[in-house]
């Protein structure tokens, strides 16, 4: 089993900056793949980005291209989501979630594990 759990979300003007973190613990995926994924009420989860363990290779939705960096920590098993130039649709839910292998995918389907979810909501 493998254990994640977000945190830094929070409620922020139009234009600030959060960064969230995501710390991984259990059985963790060291040749896979993690990822960060947002849900706005009344809306299907969507992909925002995500990370490979081993090479740090990245992929971005092009919502947030520019604005969000995904990082990681493999000594603290830690990942990151750096979110500059908030807007209010940027307001969700953020979960991380990872998946055993290295492709990097954008389907929230792939993916095996999930943390609980952290609220962003940003203000205009």
């Known amino acids: 089993q493998v254990q994640l759990v977000e945190s830094g979300g929070g409620l922020v003007q139009a234009g600030d900056s959060l960064r969230l973190s995501c710390a991984a613990s259990?059985?963790?995926?060291?040749?896979?793949?993690m990822g960060w994924f947002r849900q706005a009420p009344g809306k299907e989860r969507e992909f925002v980005a995500a990370?490979?363990?081993?090479?740090?290779?990245?992929v971005y939705a092009d919502s947030v291209k520019g604005r969000f960096t995904i990082s990681r920590d493999t000594i603290k098993n830690t990942v990151y989501l750096q979110m500059n130039s908030l807007k209010p649709e940027d307001t969700a839910i953020y979960y991380c979630?990872?998946?055993?292998?290295?492709?990097?995918?954008?389907?929230?389907?792939?993916?095996?594990?999930w943390g609980q979810g952290t609220q962003v909501t940003v203000s205009s």
């Open positions: 259990g059985r963790t995926f060291s040749t896979g793949v």
């Open positions: 990370i490979t363990w081993s090479a740090g290779r990245t």
């Open positions: 979630a990872t998946k055993k292998y290295s492709y990097l995918s954008t389907e929230f389907r792939d993916y095996n594990y």
